[in-house]
């Protein structure tokens, strides 16, 4: 429900120094600006970049955030793989699944 | 004002921040068709180069996002993302309020263009400047595409008359196009891709000079790769 907190939340901190800043010395405080569920708020203040990505956090954002976790590359991938894994398929934006990793479709 | 150059290249972040990952035989003719759209860039004696690219979230968010954006600023500063990471140094880039002020005017006849007075750039801009002008020596003009790829709350492809109306005006662009406009060129000097409108008349801006300094300063620009 809330993926659109969790996503305007990163894109303010993405472009703003200040705020990254702030994230750093406290993000509970910044979190506290957002409308979030517990498990959005875990997720960011961890960060569980896997759990991000699997609450639908858009790539180009998600990207970004990593980024500025010093989170290397290889790194940002496999976070996002192990995410499915432990969480399950993404659950809602533009990259939801439908399907699991495993099931088949149209029998193939 | 007319178009004496319109070019289209990629953008990737991994382009500069993972360049290490690269084969060189395959990184390095790359890079170098990088420098030489560059050189042919100023070639044309070019003053500002408007820059379609992709907006990853620098600036418009899910709040407010219009279909199709122009900046209008003076200043720009980038990229967003952590310089060490995009391997770009968070800079300082040149704009031309006025000149974006004119242009939007134009486009607004046809097609339903947002403004913005501010607007940072993240790797979608910097990245092909870093390549193409890396001393700033142009004048930048960023634009969004008309339909941005983000969430797939609209048609990917904007509708037919705007977007029609919008390649008209700036040609069409799938990828990420550099636009340079030479102010001092007259309209009935075509160049490489479509005129803009006579009415924008930018004839009576810029001066030789200040076109031979840039043209200079593109020479000069740092081999930095």
């Known amino acids: 429900m809330s993926l659109y907190q969790v996503q305007k939340l990163l894109f303010e ?29 875990r997720a960011l203040l961890e960060p569980d970049i896997g759990l991000l ?49 495993d099931e088949k479709v149209a029998g193939v | 004002m007319t178009l004496v150059f319109s070019g289209i290249c990629s953008h990737g972040p991994g382009i500069t921040g993972r360049a290490d990952l690269a084969p060189p035989e395959l990184r390095d003719p790359f890079y170098a068709a990088y420098r030489k759209m560059g050189d042919a860039i100023c070639a044309t004696g070019a003053e500002a180069l408007i820059v379609i690219a992709a907006e990853h979230f620098a600036n418009f968010f899910m709040n407010n996002m219009p279909a199709y954006a122009i900046g209008m600023a003076d200043q720009y500063e980038g990229p967003i993302e952590d310089p060490d990471w995009l391997r770009i140094p968070r800079q300082q880039v040149r704009g031309d ?102 009415s924008l008349g930018l004839g009576r801006r810029g001066a030789a000079d200040r076109v031979h300094r840039r043209r200079n300063l593109c020479r000069r620009r740092p081999g930095r790769l």
């Open chain 1, 53 to 101: 990505y699997v609450l639908g956090v858009n790539g180009q954002i998600l990207m970004h955030f990593a980024a500025f976790k010093q989170i290397a590359w290889a790194d940002y991938l496999q976070r996002m793989r192990d995410g499915v894994r432990i969480h399950g398929p993404i659950r809602a934006g533009v990259y939801k699944m439908t399907t699991g990793l």
């Open chain 2, 97 to 198: 309020a006025d000149l974006s002020r004119r242009l939007i005017a134009e486009v607004q006849q046809t097609v339903d263009v947002a403004y913005a007075e501010e607007w940072k750039f993240d790797h979608g801009i910097m990245v092909p400047l870093h390549f193409l002008d890396p001393a700033n020596a142009l004048t930048i003009i960023p634009a969004t595409h008309p339909a941005p790829p983000r969430l797939r709350l609209r048609p990917r492809v904007a509708p037919r008359r705007r977007c029609g109306a919008a390649t008209h005006r700036f040609g069409r662009h799938r990828g990420h196009l550099a636009l340079a406009v030479h102010p001092r060129q007259r309209t009935d000097q075509r160049g490489v891709g479509p005129r803009l409108p006579r």
């Open chain 1, 13 to 41: 901190l993405n472009r703003d120094p200040a705020i990254q800043r702030a994230f750093e010395a406290d993000g509970g405080a910044v979190a506290d600006r957002y409308d979030l569920t517990e498990e959005e708020r």
